[in-house]
């Protein structure tokens, strides 16, 4: 679990910007800035960087309803050549993966291995590194369907972020609810490691080698329970942060979750 410093908390929540949801993205104009502090950005000269390609979440499921498991699988891909590319540099600072992933115009997705359902566009605008979480969270509402939660890896200097539940119907996804949290309550993911400091976002790589670290926090990534527990068919109970800071609980009927249009 990322360390969440008391002190470090307040200052960074002050430089927050609370954005609706995962396509709801003011972010462009931080990432002109450089960072939330109007600093430019660093640039570390290209030949001492070394591309890290960074974890792909796949998870199981019935997203159909159609009786039998299928595979959802994380893809990050760059805008310019459409292929698979590295989420991660080593030997970069933080300013300098923003810059150069913003560059690669990244696209981060969801695709199926049954070519029946199509893919989940998670970001398309570039501002991403693809997904922090995602998870299977089993038929919340009991049609048959599981549902799926995920948060983004936002390519920004915010610590704010959102859940955000989605669910595969009439052969599109359909968001259902979404809450929020902190980046801090997230797990950290293989080959990389993310520790929030008085500066903010300090972006560690673990070498990609050490497969027994690598190992152990896939586990603990693993072993994550996540935010989201089903009380009973479209009811919930979700853990999120509230606005100045503090976690809590509450349970939340999804029938009653309006869709709001994002600005």
Excluded at 122 to 136: E, H, T, V, W
Excluded at 182 to 206: C, F, H, M, S, V
Aim: net charge positive; glycine share 6%; aromatic share 10%.
């Amino acid at each position: 679990m990322k360390p969440c410093l008391v002190a470090a908390f307040f200052i960074l929540l002050s430089f927050s910007s609370c954005v609706r949801s995962s396509n709801t993205i003011d972010r462009k104009t931080a990432l002109n800035k450089g960072s939330i502090n109007g600093n430019r950005l660093k640039k570390t000269p290209a030949k001492n960087l070394v591309p890290v390609v960074g974890y792909r979440f796949t998870i199981t499921g019935d997203f159909d309803g159609k009786g039998k498991k299928e595979i959802l699988t994380e893809h990050f891909i760059s805008g310019i050549d459409y292929k698979e590319t590295n989420k991660f540099y080593e030997n970069g600072d933080y300013d300098t993966l923003v810059h150069l992933n913003t560059k690669k115009k990244p696209i981060s997705l969801l695709t199926c291995n049954d070519k029946h359902i199509h893919d989940l566009i998670i970001d398309s605008k570039g501002y991403s590194l693809g997904l922090a979480y995602l998870k299977n969270e089993g038929d919340l509402d009991g049609d048959g369907v599981d549902e799926i939660s995920y948060v983004v890896d936002w390519a920004d200097w915010s610590n704010v972020n959102f859940c955000v539940i989605m669910t595969y119907k009439n052969h599109k996804w359909k968001e259902l609810y979404t809450f929020q949290i902190r980046d801090w309550q997230l797990p950290d993911l293989p080959q990389t490691y993310n520790q929030y400091g008085i500066a903010g976002l300090e972006n560690k790589i673990i070498n990609t080698e050490d497969t027994v670290a690598n190992r152990k926090i896939e586990k603990n990534l693993m072993n994550f329970k996540g935010f989201v527990k089903k009380v009973a068919n479209h009811k919930i109970q979700i853990i999120y942060c509230t606005d100045d800071g503090q976690i809590d609980t509450i349970i939340v009927d999804i029938r009653k979750y309006h869709h709001k249009k994002r600005v």
